[in-house]
């Protein structure tokens, strides 16, 4: 089976438009998966698309020009497919999971590089622009990259053991 069609086979499962997924009752008789207190785990197919969306964004998330659609057709598929995919998978957008992604980084940084200011971890992270990534960074941790490296620094001076 070819990449292209297991794409149509994964899109005709996650598709909003088709019909519920059944499973047996006693009698032959069917019921929809939603009534019912059993879970299908996600195939390995749709476990497949998303180690390779994964794999990709971790490859390329230092790209600042980096889009969704050139991702998709690295995928052999098209950019809507691909949105409805990841967000069946993941409950996020691919430009939500990209910028989680992105800000997953900036924090190890903010940790583990102290001698990087504030724009180089914007720019070492795929953003293009020092006040996005910040305005970004704290609509979504809660805090500015440098409250969050000054409470990095204080939990660490603190749990040095020194009595």
Known sequence: MNFTSKMDDLSNSFSNHTAPKLIKKEKGSRFPLSNSKFSI???SYSQQLLQTFEALIQEHYIDDQLKIGD???K????KNQLYRKIKALTSKSPIAFLRSY???????LLENKPDMNISQIAYRTGFNDPNYFSRTFSENIGMTPSELRRSLQLAVGSGSGQW
């Open 41 to 43: 785990p996600r195939s």
């Open 71 to 73: 991702i998709a057709k």
């Open 75 to 78: 995928m052999n598929i098209t």
């Open 102 to 108: 992105r800000l997953e980084k900036a924090i190890e």
